[in-house]
């Protein structure tokens, strides 16, 4: 396969690029130059438990927060105001990086608000993933950003004890615009039955409080197909009682109680349902092992059947 950029996945057009497209490098690291990573896989396990208390970076992946050196040439550790969070490889699961970018960039295809993310090489080699924060503000400050956990009152070991309807409800209300906050959690339920994830849990869900003083739903972030990990994995929470095989009423009953029209209902199911083929194409040009690929691809087009009859159903209202 032609080199590719580790963001964008598309062809480099020269061996001298490095690993990134211009555009791509200065969207992830804010320039076209590509920083060196300071840090080495052996090491990671100790940097992560030395940041234990220092930072609120939780999960069962081990993260670190990074950040960019004055002169932006080296992404280091950085125990506080790290604009970065970076996953290597894990001991039990294998290519949660690539799993983990190649499902954002889906997501984006799909719709869904993102922050910029793509793929780093370690010092020896391996990959890892790297996202900017969008919870930190260029001048270093920090936004307030509150998951759904939190707006529940919940213990964060009660995050897989709720439901999409719960979810729908603190939406109402906490949310400054809670039929444009309804909308993007139908969206994001929606997507991640359709990429197989199961662990969109009450966290990984949150509110955040702009420059403006507004509590809006948040970018979409641990996006991962855990399907490819867990065999027939279901959904973290559940739709109208179901967590595998969602069916088509379903969904729109669950958008009914989103509060969404029938209109913009098969507008959004719509939406997921034309990302299929850019989808299946990003997947073929992942990072990802090739019998991961084949799996992933045959999940999206059996689900994007369900998806399609759905906006078909919304329609029809």
């Known amino acids: 396969m032609t080199a590719r950029c580790l963001v964008c996945l598309a062809d480099l057009r020269s061996e001298g690029e490095s690993e990134y497209h211009p555009r791509c490098a200065r969207a992830l690291f804010g320039s076209t130059r590509v920083p060196t990573i300071d840090l080495e896989l052996a090491r990671l396990h100790t940097v992560a438990q030395a940041m234990v208390g220092h930072t609120s970076l939780s999960g069962v992946q081990r993260k670190v927060s990074m950040g960019l050196t004055a002169d932006r040439a080296t992404l280091r550790v950085a125990m506080e105001k790290g604009h970065f969070i970076l996953k290597p490889q894990a001991q039990v699961f294998p290519s949660l990086p690539e799993n983990e970018h190649v499902t954002m960039r889906i997501a984006a295809v799909a719709g869904l608000q993102v922050a ?102 948040s970018p979409a972030y641990d996006l991962l197909c855990t399907d490819l990990v867990v065999e027939d994995d279901q959904l973290a929470l ?73 906006a078909g159903k919304a329609g029809e209202g």
Do not use: I
């Open 116 to 217: 910029p993310s793509g793929l780093v090489r370690l010092h020896d080699g391996s990959l890892a993933y790297l996202t900017r924060r969008f919870d930190r503000t260029s001048a270093g400050g920090k936004l307030l950003q509150e998951d759904f956990c939190q707006l529940g009152q919940l213990a964060p070991k009660q995050k897989y004890e709720g439901s999409s309807e719960l979810c729908a409800r603190l939406v109402r209300r906490y949310a400054s615009e809670p039929l444009v906050a309804a909308l993007s959690l139908f969206r994001q339920t929606v997507f991640a039955w359709w990429t197989g994830n199961g662990d969109m849990h009450l966290k990984n869900l949150s509110l955040l409080r702009g420059a403006d003083g507004l509590q809006r739903f």
């Open 238 to 310: 559940p739709v109208g009682g179901n967590r595998r095989a969602v069916t088509p009423r379903q969904w729109l009953t669950f958008a009914s109680y989103c509060g969404l029209t029938p209109k913009a209902t098969a507008r959004a199911l719509g939406q997921v349902h034309a990302a299929l083929t850019p989808s299946l194409h990003l997947v073929a040009r992942s990072w990802l092992p090739d019998d991961m690929k084949t799996r992933y691809a045959r999940l999206l087009e059996v689900r994007a059947r369900t998806v399609e009859a759905a």
